[in-house]
Structures are given as C-alpha cells and as structure tokens.
C-alpha cells in the first residue's frame, strides 16, 4: 500500500513564528503536493514538485514556501505565520506517468494559528 | 482556467436507500479526467471512481457509479445501498490532460458531506 504520512496530525502555533510541516511518501513517486483544506472552497493546490529539489507554484503559494531535498520528503514551510493560515494541510503524492491517475493523500495536519 | 462546483454542501440518506452527489465543471478542453474522492472522518482521502472524458461509457466501482454527461459538463456520482461507511466528506476533481512539468494538477470541488442516517 501506498503511504504517505505527515509529521504532525494537529499543530497550534503563533503569529510570526516559522512553521515547518512535513510529508513524506514511501513509494517512490515523483510528483508531491501541498493543498490546503478550508470548509465551503475544497482544496486549494499551494505548491508541486516534479522531481527532488524542482517545484512549481499552485494556485495559492503566497505566503508559502516549499522544499524537497529528498525525493521520499517534501516540506511545506510558512515563512511568518499569520491568522490567516489557520486551516488543514494536506500532502499528496503521484507517479509522474500519462497513465498515472491516482494522487495519493496523507491524513492531513490541522494547524491552528493564534 | 477550469473550476469545479459542488452546489449540495451537505447531503443526508437513509441507510441502504440510493442517494447521488452533483459536480459540474467548466472547461474548454476535450481531453480530461473526473474523480469522486472521499475523505472519511479523520482519514485519509481516498479515491472512489474515475472517469475519462474520452469514454462514453459510466464508470462503475460496485456500489458507485457516476453519470457523466459531456456536453453538459456534469459528473455526478450514485451510491447504491448506502452503509454507514459510506458517511464522509466527498470531493469533485477535475485533472487536465496538460503536463505541467511531468505533473498534472487537480482541480477540487467545494465538497458534499455525505451523512448515513441508520
């Protein structure tokens, strides 16, 4: 089975500290990606990785950044928390492959802002 | 760009009674896929069904199945004989056939929280 598990399932931090969450997948993929959950706008793409220490900007990625040295780890860091990244982060991973059709997911970190 | 609209944020069903989930997606391309992933209370999420755009045929996954109809830009899912597993937020996603270097992004509905009354 695939496994893709993140460093922490619930994290409370504060405003301006730096924030570092971790994903690592066991199945040699490629491809990893960082989404952020929020209720009412589903997942939201905030940055990708093709290949160890290549990445590509989603559709959220301000206030982000990202880092893969490994090709089994990818981690998604928040530079200067804010308030207004309270939300679940979930981590994601794929073979790069025209037939590949699964992104598989991890079980998520709830990070809480104050 | 391509979106993805879920309009039912909640939906709720009888236990082993039929209820389906609706998507609509926006999309000037003709070659994509459609997914149904589920997200179990405090689990992981999981695919439940794809389809190709290319396909006419329904894809079926035992007690899932998803009416997709084309030129409406519809994609809805069916779940049959509702178990109380079946309880669990459910994502519409929609990925380009357009490489992105080597990846192929997903494009996310808002979600439909499915709750099985027993």
């Known amino acids: 089975d695939v496994k893709v598990t993140q460093s922490s399932r619930y994290l409370v931090k504060r405003t301006g500290e730096k924030v570092f969450l971790e994903c690592v997948q066991d199945?040699?993929?490629?491809?990893m990606f960082w989404y952020r959950q929020d209720p009412g706008l589903g997942l939201r793409l905030i940055y990708f990785s093709y290949d160890v220490k290549m990445k590509e900007k989603g559709d959220i990625p301000e206030g982000y950044s990202v880092s893969r040295e490994k090709k089994e780890r990818f981690s998604l860091i928040l530079e200067s928390a804010s308030t207004n990244q309270t939300s679940m982060y979930l981590c994601?991973?794929?073979?790069?492959?025209?037939?590949?059709?699964?992104?598989?997911f991890g079980p998520g970190t709830r990070l809480t802002v104050t | 760009a391509q979106t993805v609209t879920q309009s039912q944020p909640e939906m709720s069903v009888q236990e082993a009674e039929t209820v389906t989930l609706s998507c609509t997606y926006d999309?000037?391309?003709?070659?994509?896929?459609l997914f149904w992933y589920k997200q179990p209370p405090s689990r992981q999420m999981i695919l439940v069904i794809r389809q190709e755009a290319y396909k006419q045929q329904n894809a079926t996954e035992n007690r899932f199945s998803v009416n997709f109809q084309k030129a409406a830009k519809s994609f809805s899912l069916k779940i049959s004989d509702s178990q109380l597993g079946d309880a669990a937020m459910y994502f519409c996603?929609?990925?380009?056939?357009?490489?992105?270097?080597?990846?192929?992004?997903?494009?996310f509905g808002q979600g439909t929280r499915l709750t099985i009354n027993p």
């Open positions: 199945m040699d993929h490629e491809n």
């Open positions: 994601a991973s794929s073979v790069r492959a025209v037939t590949s059709y699964e992104q598989y």
């Open positions: 996603a929609y990925r380009s056939e357009v490489w992105i270097q080597g990846a192929q992004k997903l494009v």
């Open positions: 999309t000037s391309e003709s070659d994509y896929y």
